[in-house]
């Protein structure tokens, strides 16, 4: 390779698609690691002319997003121009070299930590009738670098036979199905729960594609403390080609930080104010590994919870607040990358948000049936009102559309939530007031 061909750098899109968007303010996706900019800097000097940056597949796109590496850990985001289908190279190199003084990650000492032996995990993926995304899901995971592992698709309540068509054609050892008749995302993850073989379970969604090195980043993120029971990965957007998308990207603030954090109950962040009840710092149910024994000793999943049920979600934070209640501790490890297929359409986003609503509001009232949470919870707001205030200020302000995506997206996109939320919390308490009137006919 010359120093003019080396001076080009060309960044791949994470999730390939050859169709041009149709929405103008489509962002491009992909990664750019600190080395590959230098090299190209370099290349730039020794030559003599200009480098350059190019993006593939990048026609009918005016901005992309870039995860920046330094070799495997992911540093944070730069969101840059694109003309072309080229980034200004020097423009690039600057908001780049910017991310070199990002936090070192603060991990505990080798002598604290727990041995990292190599584990056998097994990778659940939860699905119903949607062969078409798990295909891509799946075999990413199966190219994952991690040495030991199989994966367990859980075949939730399904309609057609075309999951157990394409995991009986895909002739893997690695792969094993399991058909779960009762429909719900909890009974679902409990179903993996009690057939993996792995000392690790490692949850990943039907609709993510992950890193090669996702599960190695998961796994290591167990060595970070000696009681640590989950991990939680980062779940960027895989692609932001649609309003829809774009909202949801904004409101879920799945990639707000790409800091290691080391979550338990007896140590609160001092910048998480409302902790322990700020479950969104805790990770996403997308893409999360768990000590199985610890999470069986809790019971497993709230099959209250969950999508599939009335409540529609909520279970995911409801188990990262359980561990955390028992006295483990839980990790945020942003090098664990699975990248997010989200919603494409008004529509599908519409249904998004409500069942994202009805599992927070199902997962308060939990809390509020509780009496030492509920009582924990109402001495964190009084000593916090005024982050209390932020918080609802603030999650006001992400459920209402940017400028950006306002005038392409329904007027009502966003405007239910704490609605939603309500619709929940009646929800759960009317579940919760069945089966205890079940129970007491059951002794009669």
């Known amino acids: 390779m010359s120093a003019h061909d080396s001076a080009c750098l060309t960044l791949e899109p994470v999730l390939p698609n050859p169709d041009r968007p149709s929405w103008s303010g489509a962002i491009w996706i992909g990664e750019v690691s600190l080395d590959a900019v230098d090299s190209a800097d370099e290349a730039s000097a020794r030559c003599g002319t200009p480098a350059k940056c190019r993006l593939q597949n990048a026609e009918g796109f005016s901005k992309a997003r870039l995860l920046v590496r330094d070799r495997e850990r992911a540093v944070g985001f730069v969101d840059i121009a694109v003309t072309d289908g ?124 992950v890193d090669r090195g996702w599960l190695s980043a998961l796994v290591n993120g167990f060595t970070y403390g000696v009681s640590v029971a989950c991990v939680s990965g980062m779940v960027p957007a ?38 322990p009840f700020e479950v969104r710092h805790y990770g996403t149910g997308a893409n999360f590994a768990v000590d199985r024994q610890a999470v069986m000793s809790l019971g497993g999943f709230d099959e209250r919870l969950g999508a599939g049920t009335k409540a529609s979600g909520g279970e995911d934070i409801d188990m990262f607040f359980r561990i955390l209640r028992s006295g483990r501790q839980l990790v945020r490890e942003p090098g664990a990358i699975a990248w997010h297929r989200h919603r494409a359409s008004a529509d599908d986003l519409r249904a998004q948000t409500r069942g994202y609503g009805l599992g927070l509001g199902a ?12 009582m924990l919870a109402l001495k964190t707001i009084a000593r916090r009102r005024p982050a209390m205030v932020r918080h609802l200020r603030s999650t006001a302000q992400r459920a209402a559309p940017s400028t950006t995506v306002k005038f392409d997206l329904p007027a009502d996109i966003g405007s239910g939530t704490w609605r939603f939320i309500a619709a929940g919390a009646w929800v759960y308490l009317g579940v919760a007031s069945r089966r205890r009137l079940f129970r007491a006919n059951s002794s009669w």
């Open 363 to 374: 997962w308060l009232a939990k809390i509020a049936s509780d009496p030492p949470m509920a």
């Open 86 to 209: 080229q980034v200004v190279f020097s423009e690039l190199r600057d908001q780049v070299g910017a991310q070199r003084h990002y936090p070192r990650r603060q991990v505990p000492d080798a002598i604290a930590r727990r041995s990292a032996e190599m584990l056998h995990v097994t990778v659940v993926m939860c699905t119903r009738d949607r062969t078409d995304l798990l295909k891509s899901a799946v075999a990413s995971v199966l190219a994952a670098d991690y040495p030991d592992f199989d994966v367990l698709v859980v075949d939730n309540a399904p309609r057609t036979d075309a999951t157990r068509e394409y995991v009986t054609n895909l002739a893997d050892n690695r792969v094993r199905l399991i058909t779960e008749p009762i429909p719900g995302l909890s009974r679902a993850r409990n179903t993996g729960l009690l057939a993996a073989t792995g000392n690790i379970v490692a949850f990943v969604d039907d609709d993510v594609v």
């Open 238 to 275: 895989g692609e932001l080609r649609t309003p829809a998308q774009a909202y949801f990207e904004n409101r879920a603030g799945w990639t707000e930080s790409a800091q290691l954090r080391i979550f338990e109950w007896s140590h609160a962040p001092r910048d998480v104010p409302l902790f």
